[in-house]
């Protein structure tokens, strides 16, 4: 069954439904009282529920879902991954945010990395972004998106200055999302934002150089 572009689109945004759905009735307490407010604990025991064979998998169409795979390695790309019925291959990003912070800026995936893994048509990269609040002891789950990064929004994007480059949400309480985007046009305005990024970059390398150079004068004549 090769799917369509937009089936992609429709099949992921209602699998967020189901997996918004499935934290409401089994995920609010994967975390102690100590634990549960603390980003990094409720990030990792949300990708391990999700991970599991009573998570993400379950919302997956039957008839969609060939494999799933979870136990990557902290580093990877992808926290879990599935591959469709037509062997086109997911990696999935797991994303949580507490909407009662005021600001937040997650790492995506290294440019380079992004773009090693798109010269081929059949793998697509996915950010699956839980929210939720947390009331006393218990996480409450207010809201699920699973996206290509190709349908975020440049406006809610940006780069930071990690390796080659990172792309990142600019803001996490602030996300929008395009119609379904041709990826060669995608890929294109990455290029081009990153090479804006690098030359931004270079010109704050050449006024540190000149800074140090004054240190460096200074040291000299000491």
């Known amino acids: 069954m090769a799917e369509t572009t937009t089936d992609i689109y429709t099949i992921l945004d209602n699998t967020a439904g189901r997996v918004l759905d499935l934290l409401k009735r089994e995920g609010t307490s994967l975390l102690s009282s100590h634990s549960v407010n603390s980003p990094r604990a409720v990030g990792d025991a949300v990708q391990e529920f999700l991970a599991s064979e009573n998570g993400l998998c379950t919302c997956l169409p039957k008839e969609f879902l060939k494999q799933f795979e979870s136990g990557f390695e902290r580093r990877s790309m992808e926290d879990m991954a599935f591959y469709s019925v037509d062997s086109k291959y997911f990696a999935v990003d797991c994303k949580t945010h507490n909407k009662q912070t005021a600001f937040n800026m997650p790492n995506l995936i290294s440019v380079q990395r992004l773009a090693k893994f798109y010269e081929n048509d059949t793998n697509t990269f996915c950010i699956l972004i839980v929210e939720y609040s947390v009331n006393g002891d218990k996480l409450e789950y207010t809201h699920c998106y699973f996206k290509p990064i190709e349908s975020f929004s440049w406006d809610c994007l940006t780069f930071g200055a990690l390796g080659w480059g990172q792309i990142q949400i600019a803001n996490a309480n602030i996300l929008h999302f395009d119609q379904p985007t041709d990826r060669k046009q995608w890929m294109l305005e990455l290029c081009k934002r990153i090479d804006v990024f690098y030359q931004e970059e270079i010109s704050k390398i ?17």
């Open 206 to 222: 050449g006024d540190r150089r000149k800074w140090f150079d004054n240190i460096n004068k200074h040291w000299e004549n000491k």
